[in-house]
């Protein structure tokens, strides 16, 4: 045993939502190489070797239970993967119910408990939720998965930015809920990465930031970059760690927030809500 085994997994055991791509299947590759069993879970076919591969669609209620119910004992790790851009029909079942009803229902089941961790990978997209906090938690309140999306459709907030303000704002309330029972919960705010996902919108979210990324010499995160801090907000060696929307940009918003990269000043100030 060293001290630096708090960063592995080995002995146990990482639900991989969203994996079968992307930032979600470079996260369950990473589990794997940390010592950890994998479960993914995936409405799209898995195929990276040495794992257990659950069929799951994140926008029906009764495809999550049964998923769920499919998972052979406990979890220690539940990395809240998958999403969808915008003009994806049920986009907030996708990124935003579904995914909190999974851990509603792996946490009553029994299979999520002490010593658990859970990281979501929200967005930059996101970081404006503590601006809209007040009406968010009306969304919060309700546990009801139909409820919850007809609260969305009916409050506009059924797109991207929305959902993933949602998730940041679960992430943060529910952090004092959860360790009560033991469960830590986190997510990192990825800036631009080359995924299937952003390759399929690549104008919009890979040219996004480019002239911060040219004039400090950096490209796009790859998709192992991202998964690196969410495999360490879901370790041991993050126990001082809940409740966090951690931004993982290279550095771009934090940039146009102080002004030392101007250009991305406004747009800072749009993600964060504080454009007035
Ligand atoms: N790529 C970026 O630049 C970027 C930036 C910020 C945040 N994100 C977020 O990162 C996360 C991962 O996305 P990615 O970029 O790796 O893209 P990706 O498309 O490669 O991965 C998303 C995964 O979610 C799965 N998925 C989609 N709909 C589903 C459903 N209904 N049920 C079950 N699984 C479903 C897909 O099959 C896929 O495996 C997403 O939540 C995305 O919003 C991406």
């Not at 979210?205 to 998709?223: H, I, K």
Request: hydrophobic share 45%; aromatic share 6%; glycine share 10%.
């Amino acid at each position: 045993m060293s001290q630096f085994d708090a960063f592995r997994y080995d002995g146990k055991r990482v639900l991989v939502v969203g994996g079968a791509t992307g930032m979600g299947a470079a996260a369950a590759s990473l589990a794997v190489d940390a010592g950890a069993e994998v479960i993914v879970m995936d409405r799209a076919p898995v195929t990276l070797e040495g794992v257990q591969s659950i069929s799951l669609d994140l926008a029906q209620q009764a495809s999550i239970e049964a998923a769920v119910d499919e998972v052979d004992g406990v979890v220690h790790a539940v990395l809240s993967c998958a999403g969808v851009a915008d003009g994806t029909p049920g986009i907030e079942r996708i990124n935003f119910v579904g995914h909190r009803h999974l851990i509603a229902r792996a946490i009553a089941t029994g299979k999520l408990g002490r010593g658990g961790a859970i990281g979501f990978i929200s967005s930059a997209a996101g970081l404006g939720w503590e601006a809209n906090l007040a009406e968010l938690r009306e969304l919060l309140a309700l546990d009801d998965f139909d409820e919850s999306a007809e609260w969305m459709v009916a409050h506009h907030k059924a797109d991207y930015m929305n959902s993933k303000q949602a998730m940041c704002a679960y992430v943060a309330s529910s952090a004092f809920e959860l360790l009560k029972q033991g469960i830590r919960i986190n997510a990192i705010c990825p800036g631009p990465t080359e995924t299937p996902l952003a390759l399929a919108n690549e104008e919009m979210w890979l040219g996004f930031g480019s002239d911060y990324r040219d004039e400090v010499g950096v490209g796009v995160s790859t998709p192992l970059e991202q998964a690196y801090p969410l495999l360490f907000l879901c370790s041991d060696a993050a126990a001082a760690i809940s409740g966090i929307t951690l931004v993982t940009d290279a550095g771009y918003l934090t940039s146009g927030t102080t002004e030392s990269f101007p250009p991305a000043t406004p747009v800072a100030q749009f993600l964060t809500g504080k454009l007035t």
